[in-house]
């Protein structure tokens, strides 16, 4: 293989893909990223074998191949090569040549052989959805996922794709959070995969502000397409559990509250939360909210923030962070809080979106 291609266009290419390479990973051939030319392009590989990344960059072919090499250091090196064009050569034993603006490496890799191949899915099944929709979509539930490997199903996202609509929701068990959108094109066949959240992530990542997304579900895995780079990842098995069960009907009245007001107090009284004193505590009045906090051996703190409520008074305590999480990518002014008493969900309804978060004692 001889190829030439611009820096930028290289680097580019290589930070979209590396991301999933892991320094811990016992496989060698999976710190590596496998580079190999197609027609008039130069694709580039990644895979820890649960998430696969590929992309395309355009390049000039002098003479076709395909080699891996080690990514970290692949990217190092390009990183820190002047502006300007660059040449790759491979060579006898699995060796690289890499010539940029008076300067040189050389880097041994390992066959193309070993890498492991891209899955193959059928294109009959391509379902597509605006890409700023999905990236809200996972921008107000991803956070909500479980990190306790013990809870394997909670650690993804479930996806749900039926007739004219999506539904995402992720839960710990503590809170949930879901969000439903119409599609403009209804789907023939049903959909409900669970997702990792690493792969959610890299989608994430990758998503834009305009343009489709496309993706292909198979047996046990999914493929995303967004502008060319290609997301495939294993999907969770196992059965998520029945969220419509744990969901409480509307309640009023509601406390109407300006969001960013109350994003910022409940960030004050968290400055003053340890792990053994997490709990801050919500004191509902007619026209006043107090949030507060007191954590022995370290301080006390109180807020009032003007609220729109004709309910009866009440005291609730809530982790502060799951309502953090919430609140900082909820992009409306003011939101309504169902609250019903300690021992209640707090909920979050929005047009498409509800947030549950349950209560602490204090």
């Known amino acids: ?21 892991s320094p811990k990973i016992t496989l060698p051939i999976l710190s590596n990223m496998l580079i190999e030319t197609k027609t008039d392009t130069l694709r580039l ?26 990514a970290k250091r692949f990217s190092d090196i390009i990183r820190e090569l002047p502006p300007g064009d660059i040449i790759i050569n491979t060579k ?21 052989e070993e890498f492991p191949k891209f899955p193959e899915f059928k294109e009959k099944d391509i379902l597509q959805i605006e890409q700023l929709i999905l990236k809200e979509m996972l921008r107000l539930t991803s956070f909500a996922v479980s990190h306790e490997e013990s809870r394997y199903v909670l ?19 503590r809170r949930l959070a879901k969000s439903e959108k119409k599609l403009t094109t209804p789907v023939n066949k049903e959909i409900s995969v669970i997702l990792p959240n690493k792969a959610v992530h890299e989608i994430y990542r990758n998503l834009k502000d305009t343009g489709m997304v496309s993706f292909i579900p198979s047996t ?45 107090a409940i960030r004050r009284a968290n400055l003053l939360a340890t792990p053994d004193f997490q709990a801050i505590k919500f004191e509902v009045f007619t026209d006043k909210l ?16 003007t609220i729109e ?14 309502l953090i999480d919430v609140l ?24 498409d979106y509800l947030y549950l978060a349950l209560p602490m004692r204090l």
């Open 220 to 264: 046990n895995q999914i493929l995303f397409d967004i502008n060319g780079v290609l997301i495939a990842t294993r999907i969770i098995e196992g059965e998520f559990p029945n969220y419509n069960q744990v969901i409480p009907k509307p309640a009023s009245p509601k406390i109407k509250v300006k969001t960013q007001d109350l994003l910022a």
């Open 1 to 21: 293989m001889k190829i030439k291609l611009s820096k930028e266009h290289l680097l580019d290419g290589i930070q979209t893909v590396q991301t999933i390479v």
């Open 45 to 70: 590989n990644t895979t820890d074998l649960d998430i696969g990344i590929s992309c395309e960059i355009p390049v000039d072919i002098m003479e076709e191949g395909a080699i891996t090499i080690p």
């Open 328 to 351: 900082k990518n909820i992009e409306q002014d003011a939101i309504e809080l169902e609250l019903l008493g300690p021992d209640k969900a707090g909920v979050i309804r929005l047009a």
């Open 290 to 305: 107090v949030v507060s906090k007191s954590t022995p051996d370290v301080g006390e703190s109180r807020e009032e923030l």
């Open 309 to 322: 409520y004709g309910g009866k008074e009440m005291v609730v305590g809530f982790n502060p962070q799951f």
């Open 92 to 112: 006898k034993n699995n060796q690289i040549d890499i010539e940029g603006e008076q300067c040189r490496f050389k880097l041994t890799g390992l066959p193309k």
């Open 155 to 173: 650690t993804g996202i479930l996806m749900e794709i039926f007739e004219d609509t999506i539904r995402i929701v992720a839960t710990d068990g």
